[in-house]
Nanobody, 126 residues
Framework: QVQLVESGGGSVQAGGSLRLSCAAS?????????VGWFRQAPGKEREGVAV????????WFADSVKGRFTIYQDNAKSTIYLQMNSLKPEDTAMYYC??????????????????WGKGTLVTISS
């Protein structure tokens, strides 16, 4: 049974950094699947932020976070990390990690994801 648990959210000032963790117990890290980070700001739709292919570690980032966020995995800990630097107030959102049950070509689409964590809140003050 796959379970995703996020942690690491909090409140920081603009320009600061946070590292989010997604503990993905039971997920086949050596498959050609993926794990994605999504976020939902108040009054907005959920959007894909960053994705990693678990077999190749290939990554994708939304334009809004490119150059500021990195995503990486620790296979021994079955954990995916989202390192967020140079944070902006517009990064304020609930952050979720998600994963599909099978191979999907576009891991940034939430409709392709089957497993979701409960989220961790990130608040950036100006």
């Amino acid at each position: 049974q796959v379970q995703l648990v996020e942690s690491g959210g909090g409140s920081v000032q603009a320009g600061g950094s946070l590292r989010l963790s997604c503990a993905a117990s039971g997920y086949p890290f050596y498959s050609n699947f993926c794990v994605g980070w999504f976020r939902q700001a108040p009054g907005k739709e959920r959007e894909g932020v960053a994705v990693i292919r678990t077999s190749s570690s290939a990554t994708w980032f939304a334009d809004s976070v490119k150059g500021r966020f990195t995503i990486y995995q620790d296979n021994a800990k079955s954990t995916i990390y989202l390192q967020m630097n140079s944070l902006k107030p517009e990064d304020t959102a609930m952050y979720y990690c998600a994963a599909p049950r099978k191979y999907v070509s576009n891991c940034a689409r939430e409709d392709g994801m089957d497993y979701w964590g409960k989220g961790t809140l990130v608040t950036i003050s100006s």
